[in-house]
């Protein structure tokens, strides 16, 4: 089984930890508890179209959060069928930092959850901006030894804003996820 290098693993647990849930460097203990029930809010264009292209962003990001939580980290399937839920910029983030862990024999325990508190057309047709507060609070990054890789003291709820699109195919799928620094706040 393959190894990894202290400064390679090192970048990859931060691309890992920055794929699940973002770090804006805060102390946990200042932030909120993620609201329990998502408010949407199609601007501009409130319509029944806008509206029925937020749940099925909703739906995507729901999709793509419960395929990374169920990967199984003994089959490479597992990880193709989450890939097939991300596109663009966020598939080859997937595919780069995933693929490492998965091939190091590093995987994950825990879930991550992602709780959408406001949403809103892209710049776009196809396109959904979603903020969310993600919580990994319960994930921990083990190396294939078992030892545990991550900071006792890295953020575990952090605003994010999840861009999902709707491909060609007519199937959503998560397009980017950055750190969100405006409102609303977790």
């Known amino acids: 089984m393959p190894t990894l290098r202290p400064a390679l693993a090192l970048s990859i647990l931060a691309c890992a930890m920055l794929a699940l849930a973002g770090c804006d460097?805060?102390?946990?203990?200042?932030?909120?508890?993620?609201v329990p029930t998502p408010s949407y809010h199609a601007s501009a264009s409130d319509t029944a179209s806008a509206d029925a292209?937020?749940?099925?962003a909703t739906a995507a990001l729901d999709a793509y959060t419960e395929a990374s939580n169920g990967i199984d980290w003994s089959d490479e399937a597992s990880l193709e069928r989450f890939y097939a839920l991300s596109t663009g910029k966020q598939n080859e983030?997937?595919?780069?930092?995933?693929?490492?862990l998965f091939d190091?024999?590093?995987?994950?325990?825990?879930?991550?959850?992602?709780?959408?508190?406001?949403?809103?057309?892209?710049?776009?047709?196809?396109?959904?901006?979603?903020?969310?507060?993600s919580s990994t609070d319960g994930?921990?990054?083990?190396?294939?030894?078992?030892?545990?890789?991550?900071?006792?003291s890295s953020s575990p709820v952090a605003e994010r804003t999840a861009v999902a699109s709707r491909g060609q195919d007519g199937?959503?799928?998560?397009?980017?996820?950055t750190v969100r620094v405006s409102p609303p706040k977790c």
């Open 25 to 34: 460097g805060r102390d946990a203990s200042t932030l909120a508890t993620p």
């Open 171 to 177: 199937v959503w799928r998560i397009a980017d996820m």
């Open 53 to 56: 292209d937020i749940a099925e």
């Open 93 to 100: 983030v997937d595919r780069r930092t995933y693929g490492e």
């Open 139 to 152: 994930v921990r990054f083990l190396d294939a030894s078992g030892v545990q890789q991550v900071r006792a």
């Open 104 to 133: 190091a024999g590093w995987h994950l325990e825990g879930e991550a959850r992602f709780t959408v508190v406001d949403a809103e057309p892209g710049d776009g047709a196809g396109q959904v901006l979603l903020a969310v507060c």
